[in-house]
């Protein structure tokens, strides 16, 4: 009886065929229009770069299995290329993230952030953008696993690479500033995190306002560190 009376779950918004498997999409489509077969969604990306990603019609991003799923399917088409193709180092990159986001899989994208950032070394040298941005990532990585050891390297040497190539106040290197601060301070490095937090909040003021998101969290992050000082009362 619980089966009978059990909501139907519709059919896939692709193929309209409501044979199982059908995954949930994750993003803002509801009921039936946010099911469909992950091999429809894959066949539809194909034809367009956009939909390995994107809903067609909310234009939301997917998350969860069929953000999983998708990301799969697409390395599966690129991961047999030269490993310094462009897309090949980016759909990697695209992985990782969301083996890490929407997964959970912390260790199989610490794999691929650091495939995609030896390569990308190698191939572009270490002071490039994409080179940089992998930099960042693979710290960040670290410090979501609490490998604080193996971030602090990394994190140091995006923000020294950002402020040569990119100036002190490029809105990238005031984000290689701040996430340098951030790591120092969950480390309990409070004396080194307070400049790199109040050189990052003046530069966002000025460029940005105080009302910017961006000021915002580093307020926020300053807050926190003077808190941890003892300067500030929680």
Same mark, same amino acid.
């Given at each position: 009886? $619980? #089966?009978?009376?059990?909501?139907?779950l519709g059919?896939?918004?692709?193929?309209?065929?409501?044979?199982?498997?059908?995954?949930?999409? *994750?993003?803002?489509? =509801? @009921?039936?229009? !946010? =099911?469909?077969?992950?091999?429809?969604?894959?066949?539809?990306?194909?034809?367009?770069?956009?939909?390995?990603?994107?809903?067609?019609?909310?234009?939301?991003?997917?998350?969860?299995?069929?953000?999983? /799923?998708?990301?799969?399917? =697409?390395?599966?088409?690129?991961?047999?290329?030269?490993? %310094?193709? *462009?897309?090949?180092?980016?759909?990697?990159?695209?992985?990782?993230?969301?083996?890490?986001?929407?997964?959970?899989?912390?260790a199989g994208a610490? =794999?691929? #952030?650091?495939?995609?950032? &030896?390569?990308?070394?190698?191939?572009?040298?270490?002071?490039?953008?994409?080179?940089?941005?992998?930099?960042?990532?693979? $710290?960040?990585?670290?410090?979501? #696993?609490?490998?604080?050891?193996? $971030?602090?390297?990394?994190? &140091?040497?995006?923000?020294?690479?950002?402020?040569?190539?990119?100036?002190?106040? %490029?809105?990238?290197?005031?984000?290689?500033? !701040?996430?340098?601060? &951030?790591?120092?301070?969950? #480390? /309990?490095? @409070?004396?080194?995190?307070?400049?790199?937090?109040?050189?990052?909040?003046?530069?966002?003021?000025?460029?940005? *306002?105080?009302?910017?998101?961006?000021?915002?969290?580093?307020?926020?992050?300053?807050?926190?560190?003077?808190?941890?000082? *003892?300067?500030?009362?929680?």
């Amino acid at each position: 009886a $619980a #089966m009978a009376d059990a909501e139907p779950l519709g059919a896939c918004w692709v193929c309209c065929d409501d044979a199982p498997p059908l995954v949930p999409t *994750g993003c803002g489509c =509801r @009921g039936s229009a !946010g =099911r469909a077969h992950l091999k429809c969604l894959i066949e539809a990306a194909k034809h367009d770069v956009a939909r390995w990603t994107s809903c067609p019609t909310c234009e939301q991003f997917f998350t969860g299995e069929c953000d999983v /799923g998708l990301a799969k399917a =697409r390395w599966e088409t690129v991961k047999d290329r030269p490993e %310094d193709d *462009g897309e090949r180092l980016f759909v990697a990159n695209n992985l990782a993230v969301t083996l890490t986001e929407s997964a959970g899989d912390h260790a199989g994208a610490l =794999r691929l #952030m650091e495939e995609v950032l &030896a390569v990308r070394r190698r191939a572009l040298g270490n002071e490039h953008p994409d080179t940089l941005d992998s930099i960042t990532n693979l $710290a960040l990585q670290h410090t979501e #696993m609490g490998d604080f050891d193996a $971030a602090l390297p990394l994190a &140091a040497e995006a923000v020294a690479a950002t402020r040569r190539t990119l100036g002190d106040d %490029d809105l990238h290197t005031l984000v290689s500033i !701040g996430s340098l601060a &951030a790591l120092h301070n969950r #480390m /309990g490095n @409070g004396a080194l995190a307070r400049p790199l937090h109040e050189e990052a909040l003046a530069a966002r003021v000025r460029l940005l *306002g105080d009302d910017h998101l961006d000021a915002l969290n580093s307020t926020h992050g300053l807050g926190q560190c003077l808190v941890g000082l *003892g300067e500030v009362e929680e």
